[in-house]
C-alpha cells in the first residue's frame, strides 16, 4: 500500500501538471529562449515535475520491505518526514501558484509578449485575456480592506487592468466590488512603493472620462460584474 501522503500529494497535482506539462512543450518547440525566460511559470512546471519525481522515487521507497510491520511503520513516519522536508514553503508557493497559471492566457500563448510576461501576476493572479499590445485583464481570488476614517470596508477584488502606455511604463488599476454592498463598486489606480500599497482615485478635478475609459477597457477584456 502506498504511502497516504504521497497518494495525496500525487491526486493533488495530477491536472496541474499534465495540462502544464503539455502546454509548456509547445511553448518550447514555438518560442526563442528570450520569449520562454518571459514565462516564469515554465520554470515552476520545472519545480513540479521535480517534485513528482520525487513523489515517485519515494512511492518505491514505501513499497519495499511491506510485509515487514515495524519497518513499513518506520518508513510511513521517514517518508512523511522527507516530504514536509522537500517541500520548503517558497517551492509550495510557486506549485500553488501553478494551480492559477492552469487558467492563465499566457499558457497557450505563442506571441511575442510586449505586456512584461509573468511580471503581471502576483500569488493569487492569472490573466484572463489580454491584447497583446498594451493591455491586459487578470482575475484573483483576493481582497482589499479600506478604510473610511474610522469605518472598515472590505472589497472584493473583481479583477485587475494593467495598462503599457506610449513611453513604455505599465499602471495597474483594480475593480472593486464591495462584499456588504454590492452596488458599492469602485476602480482605482493601484500602486505599491516600499512595500506599502496605494489605492488612489481616477477622477480627475471631478472629470470623469478616465474613470468611463477604464470601466470600458475592464469590460472589453472581460469583467463581468
Known amino acids: 500500500m502506498a504511502n497516504e501522503l504521497i497518494e495525496q500529494e500525487k491526486i493533488k497535482y495530477k491536472k496541474t501538471y ?7 512543450d509547445d511553448l ?3 518560442l526563442d529562449e ?3 525566460k518571459k514565462r516564469i511559470f515554465i520554470s515552476k512546471v520545472d519545480e513540479l515535475k521535480n517534485y513528482m519525481n520525487f ?3 519515494l512511492e518505491i521507497e ?3 520491505d511491506k510485509n515487514f510491520f515495524k519497518k513499513l511503520i518506520n518508513k510511513e513516519k521517514n517518508i512523511d518526514n522527507k516530504i514536509h522536508e522537500y517541500m520548503t514553503t517558497d517551492k509550495k508557493n510557486n506549485l500553488n501558484k501553478l494551480e492559477k497559471c492552469i487558467n492563465c492566457k499566457c499558457k497557450n500563448c505563442v506571441s511575442e509578449c510586449s505586456m512584461n510576461g509573468c511580471l503581471n501576476c502576483r500569488e493569487k493572479e492569472y490573466v484572463y485575456e489580454c491584447n497583446k499590445l498594451n493591455g491586459l485583464f487578470t482575475k484573483t481570488s483576493e481582497t482589499v480592506t479600506l478604510y473610511n476614517q474610522d469605518e472598515e470596508f472590505i472589497f472584493n477584488v473583481a479583477g485587475y487592468l494593467v495598462e503599457k502606455d506610449t513611453e513604455g511604463n505599465f499602471n495597474r488599476y483594480v475593480y472593486l466590488i464591495d462584499s456588504k454592498d454590492y452596488d458599492n463598486q469602485h476602480i482605482l489606480k493601484y500602486s505599491k512603493f516600499k512595500g506599502e500599497e496605494y489605492y488612489d482615485s481616477v477622477i480627475n478635478d471631478d472629470n470623469q472620462g478616465e ?3 477604464l470601466n470600458e477597457k475592464f469590460i472589453k477584456l472581460g469583467l463581468k460584474v
Not at 499534465?18 to 509548456?24: G, I, N, P, T, V
Open 18 to 24: 499534465s495540462d502544464m506539462m503539455f502546454a509548456c
Open 28 to 30: 518550447r518547440q514555438m
Open 34 to 36: 528570450s520569449e520562454i
Open 55 to 57: 513523489l515517485d522515487k
Open 62 to 64: 514505501s513499497k519495499m
Open 211 to 213: 474613470l468611463v475609459r
